[in-house]
């Protein structure tokens, strides 16, 4: 996680670090709980590791139907899976980390993902 912060970073995004609970992840504060996060303070995520609990799969699925990107590297696909994201839909990055870095901060450069708002592709898989 260190290294996809200070890559992040150097691209000019201030991440937020969203868990399950408050704290320290390592070295790294929580600075959300997916019970206090919001969605409208996020303008893409990226899913580190799967996450059964229930804030979190509304977060993403809130984040995925206000078109935003939305990345998962590693285990944070199944976090995808748990939210009924389809991995395919436009402005979904699955791949190793730095994939996924340059993928967001691609796509952060048009706000949203328009292309899934304008309903071109299935929003969320059965």
Do not use: Y
Request: hydrophobic fraction near 45%.
């Amino acid at each position: 996680m260190a290294g996809l912060r200070t890559a992040l970073h150097g691209a000019g995004v201030v991440p937020l670090v969203v868990a399950p609970r408050g704290g320290m992840l390592g070295d790294i504060p929580v600075q959300r709980t997916s019970q206090t996060a919001s969605s409208v303070e996020f303008d893409a995520a990226i899913a580190l590791v799967a996450s059964p609990d229930a804030p979190t799969q509304r977060l993403l699925d809130e984040l995925f139907r206000q078109g935003k990107a939305i990345g998962a590297t590693g285990d944070g696909e199944s976090a995808l899976g748990s939210a009924r994201i389809d991995p395919g839909a436009a402005g979904i990055v699955v791949a190793g980390a730095d994939e996924v870095v340059s993928g967001i901060i691609g796509l952060l450069g048009s706000h949203r993902v328009w292309e899934r708002l304008a309903g071109k592709e299935a929003t969320v898989s059965a």
